[in-house]
């Protein structure tokens, strides 16, 4: 094999590979691969794997030695330590889709799960990180509401989401007792307990720093979209506005 622009890898090939290549789990992307494979049948899984990769040319005998296809290590390398990385995860109705994109050295790597112990990774061109899918999602909604940025604990937004559960009043006042407006309250305990579109969109400068990694989520009804937003991971402290569709075309590019 040779200019793999892309492969596709079962969670067991998956595991095969980054362990082989001494690569962490890949982060933001479906369940970590050790998961679902009993201790137990670990040998025997990464057997079945490694003959796999075998006898799809992924990997070859070189002397007596297992041999990589480079393209394919410089796929794995660029996600297991991109430069940059978006994740977004999205709900709409019964549809689901979570997407990957990294970004390292000269390469753009798309990340996504085809299946459910399915990866695929490939190589694309110019990508726009993500841009592109979350302009189709967002695409003829019509937001014209907007709030001042009220700062909020991580517990009290969980109080409130468990609240809308019940008692839709009680969400209300607990919504504004964090300092939102009467009217914009009852639009957040809305979108907490029944939004027609959730995304959650983490961008990553580096894994390892903390401080540059942020987290939104979005809660959207046909008119309204609620932006909570952590810019530290770990942090208690999140932003929470209500924004136009002007304000989150300037946060999505």
Known sequence: MSDIKQVELSQEELLFLLRKL????LSGMGKQPWQGIPEEKSFEVMMEAGRSLLDREIQHLNDQELVIEPDVIALLEACAYPEKMVVINYRLGDRIGEICYCRRDDKEIKHTLPSARVHLFELVDDSDMGQGILQDLLIDRQLNKSSHVTTARHDDLNQV??????????ATEKICELGIEPEAADRLAMAFANSELKIRLQVYFDLKVPSKQTVISLFIRSDSCWMVTSSVAGSNALQVKEVTSEELNKVIQ
């Open 161 to 170: 989401k468990d609240l809308t559960q019940g008692s839709m009043v009680k």
């Open 22 to 25: 001494q690569l962490p789990d």
